[in-house]
């Protein structure tokens, strides 16, 4: 939305979009803030994922913009099927090939939802491990930060896109590619099938993902079972 409007992530998180988020807990709990909290950046992963901050986002720009489904841009359609603990990185991770496909092709860049994700650190397209590292300056990075652009370093605002060789896949990346496709059929089930995904208690998806792997099944299928069936 930044790069769109041609102004810095920063501006328009702090003058337009968090003075119109309330708080979520504390002391503080519904009032709207006056100034951007000091720890604004360093929590905002959790707006990818099922809890109440990124419920109030999602409304707030739906509101914006007039786009309905936002929440299909985050882990919300499965808030009641899958345990927001061990569910997001706090630091961002990419395909850098992604980026560079992207960009030389003319098409929109983003950042995926599957690549916030902890137990994503494959790319299913291009087979290769995400970074989580500049290749120019050598640093990690918030997942949102007030100079993110993306396919850019938010630190020396380098781009991340590169060109690499096909490289022979072993049994450990193999593995973590399964993972990958897993959770990304997953996601794209959103529209249809996640809203009505209920549990009485949430699963942790590393618990899922180990299930779908011995069992040889879809996450939606894990789902779909009841938990005392389950052999975990």
């Known amino acids: 939305m930044a790069e769109a409007h041609a102004?810095?992530?920063?501006?328009?998180?702090?003058?337009?979009l968090r003075l119109?988020?309330?708080f979520v807990r504390g002391k503080r709990s519904g009032q709207v803030p006056t100034k951007l909290p000091h720890s604004f950046y360093l929590e905002a992963y959790r707006l990818n994922g099922t809890g109440d901050r990124a419920r109030l986002w999602v409304s707030m720009l739906e509101e914006l913009t007039q786009v309905r489904s936002l929440d299909l841009l985050t882990a919300l359609p499965w808030a009641y099927a899958i345990d927001r603990r061990q569910l997001l990185r706090t630091n961002r991770a990419w395909c850098s090939s992604c980026y560079e496909s992207w960009r030389s092709s003319g098409r929109p860049v983003y950042e995926p939802l599957l690549w916030m994700l902890q137990v994503v650190t494959?790319?299913?397209d291009h087979r290769q491990p995400l970074d989580s590292l500049c290749p120019l300056c050598g640093r990690t990075q918030f997942v949102l930060s007030s100079k993110s652009r993306p396919g850019h370093c938010s630190r020396c605002?380098?781009?991340?896109?590169?060109?690499?060789?096909?490289?022979?896949?072993?049994?450990?990346?193999?593995?973590?590619l399964r993972t990958a496709e897993i959770v990304a059929d997953l996601l794209a089930a959103s529209p249809y099938v996640g809203n009505r995904v209920r549990w009485r208690k949430t699963r942790l998806i590393n618990s899922l993902l180990k299930f779908c792997h011995s069992h040889n099944v879809s996450l939606i299928r894990a789902l779909a079972d009841r938990p005392e069936q389950r052999r975990e």
């Open 157 to 176: 605002r380098s781009w991340l896109g590169r060109v690499h060789e096909a490289d022979i896949m072993d049994h450990h990346v193999a593995e973590h």
């Open 122 to 124: 494959v790319c299913p």
């Open 20 to 22: 119109r988020v309330p």
């Open 7 to 16: 102004v810095e992530t920063a501006t328009l998180v702090k003058h337009e």
